[in-house]
């Protein structure tokens, strides 16, 4: 009976030390889907109740994709495609362009700054669709997340978290630091970070 009444205590004990994580995932590439996964997963497997909460905002071949791998996964999907944009021809265009050697000069002409246009109004046009789903957001408020991640791509699932009003957040970053999340962390200018030739 001691033994029982020892099991139940620890296995309470276990179940009460779990947070409620919610990890924001942007839904731009296959890369950032595996990235994210792959963190709820450790935390997962670490006894943390995670939900994965995919903010579709550019149409790719990973809809089918099921993240949640783990038996304390959950996976939301949220829809932020937006009616009348031309996924086929942003695709296309990236396309075009991803493994050309072109200069940094190249984003000057008109094409690529149509382009890099209609992209940024997609995820802004996206992010307002998603932060204006009462049904998404409520959802999201009364899951009471202890904590988010949110990635460091852009700025909406920082105002989701927010607004979700979850207890505190955390900006992933799973590749180089980029200027501009540098600045709105607070960290000092580029050359304070950057190697010591660039300086001379």
């Known amino acids: 009976m001691k033994l029982l009444n020892f099991i139940l205590l620890f296995a309470a004990a276990i179940f009460c030390n779990a947070y409620k994580i919610g990890i924001t995932i942007p839904d731009i590439s296959r890369s950032q889907l595996l990235f994210n996964q792959r963190m709820g997963e450790v935390l997962a497997d670490a006894g943390h109740n995670v939900t994965l909460i995919r903010l579709q905002t550019l149409e790719n071949d990973g809809k089918g994709l099921k993240l949640a791998s783990r038996s304390t996964m959950k996976e939301w999907i949220i829809n932020g495609f937006i009616d009348g944009v031309d996924y086929e021809w942003i695709k296309q265009k990236q396309a075009e362009s991803a493994f050309l050697d072109e200069s940094a000069w190249a984003f000057l002409s008109k094409e690529k700054r149509k382009l890099l246009s209609v992209w940024m109004k997609t995820f802004t046009d996206a992010c307002e669709k998603m932060i204006t789903d009462k049904e998404f957001m409520d959802k999201f408020e009364a899951a009471e997340f ?54 001379f």
């Open 146 to 199: 202890d904590i988010v991640f949110t990635h460091m791509y852009e700025f909406c699932p920082i105002g989701i978290q927010h607004l979700g009003k979850a207890k505190t957040w955390i900006w992933v970053n799973s590749g180089a630091l980029m200027d501009y999340v540098a600045y709105y962390m607070g960290l000092p200018v580029p050359p304070s970070y950057a190697a010591r030739k660039w300086l």
